[in-house]
């Protein structure tokens, strides 16, 4: 009698860590497969409408030409067209505000190229003080950077002090930057795959 009972007490207990393991697995499973999910959601790309996806692919190839040699005129010719595009391009917040950064870097590179159309010594340096000082506005560290090169001279325009292609590659890389942050936040799993190579 008693060894029936023990073998009923151990028959329960059986089944009772089994369907509690069987729980435990499951929600093991569960929470697996959320957390699989928070790490695709993480690395696949957000959907990037056309006139988005058109304004990365022409900012891209503006810092390929700039890296390379471009003309002036071509260079504003090509911010010229990109303005329309950015201007109506919509999708991600953030990225859109990275893509409006680096276009409107350019814009300034661009006015500030443009001031060499200015006859006049004193009308070319008037044209590009202004031209910085909305350089300098969203661009503090280009700012310190360039007083700090004419602080010991006595300059009546600042732009006077500084080298017009230093300048320019200065703003130059901060549009390479906000352009490089808009493609890798467009596709972050290239930025991974990248990642995953440079560790190997």
């Known amino acids: 009698m008693q060894f029936k009972k023990l073998a009923l007490i151990f028959m329960t207990v059986t089944l009772l860590v089994g369907c509690?393991?069987?729980l435990l697995s499951v929600r093991s499973e569960n929470t697996n497969a959320k957390r699989s999910a928070k790490i695709a959601n993480k690395t696949s790309p957000p959907v990037i409408p056309p006139p988005l996806e058109t304004a990365l692919e022409e900012l891209r190839v503006i810092k390929i030409k700039i890296e390379g040699d471009i003309?002036?005129?071509e260079y504003g010719?090509?911010?010229h067209d990109l303005t329309p595009i950015v201007e109506n391009a919509y999708g991600d917040a953030e990225i859109l505000a990275t893509v409006k950064s680096a276009l409107a870097g350019h814009q300034l590179a661009v006015q500030f190229w443009e001031c060499d159309r200015v006859f006049g010594y004193d009308e070319l340096f008037q044209c590009r003080d202004q031209v910085l000082q909305a350089v300098f506005?969203?661009?503090p560290d280009?700012?310190?950077q360039a007083k700090a090169a004419v602080a010991s001279e006595n300059l009546t325009y600042m732009s006077a002090g500084l080298d017009e292609n230093s300048v320019l590659?200065?703003?130059w890389e901060k549009t390479g930057t906000d352009t490089e942050t808009a493609l890798q936040m467009s596709n972050p799993t290239s930025l991974t795959a990248e990642n995953q190579r440079q560790n190997e």
């Open 20 to 22: 509690v393991l069987s």
């Open 71 to 73: 003309h002036p005129k």
């Open 77 to 79: 010719e090509d911010i």
């Open 137 to 139: 506005q969203k661009y």
């Open 142 to 144: 280009i700012a310190a």
């Open 169 to 171: 590659e200065a703003i």
